[in-house]
């Protein structure tokens, strides 16, 4: 039912390059499709109690899942503009260079 464009460890693997590399905003996409996948899967859950209202926990799950398509374009959008590999999730050399600048005071 929820599509992954990208796995958990390809979400951890971009979390930790953009931390490394002090960049923040591709992480916090990162995390916020994390979140956003424990939402889903809270909800999921929620729906098979019997003393809970079935069409809240579907509500909220739709709607969390129509976030989640939403937030993992956001990352492939953001990943192609700052120019990452897709094949490794690694950070372009140029922001690499670009930090290094800024931690020198220049």
Not at 44 to 70: G, T, W
Not at 74 to 102: F, H, K, N, Y
Request: charged share 30%; with cysteine; hydrophobic share 40%.
């Amino acid at each position: 039912m929820l599509r992954k464009e990208y796995s958990d460890a390809e979400l951890d693997r971009i979390g930790e390059e953009a931390m490394l590399y002090m960049c923040a905003c591709p992480g916090q996409v990162a995390s916020e499709i994390r979140r956003l996948r424990e939402l889903i899967a809270y909800q999921l859950s929620c729906e098979q109690r019997p003393d809970h209202v079935s069409a809240v926990h579907q509500c909220i799950a739709r709607h969390a899942i129509e976030s989640h398509a939403l937030m993992e374009a956001c990352l492939s959008e953001v990943l192609a503009l700052e120019g990452w590999d897709r094949q490794t999730l690694r950070m372009p050399e140029g922001l690499r260079i670009r930090r290094d600048a800024l931690l020198r005071g220049e």
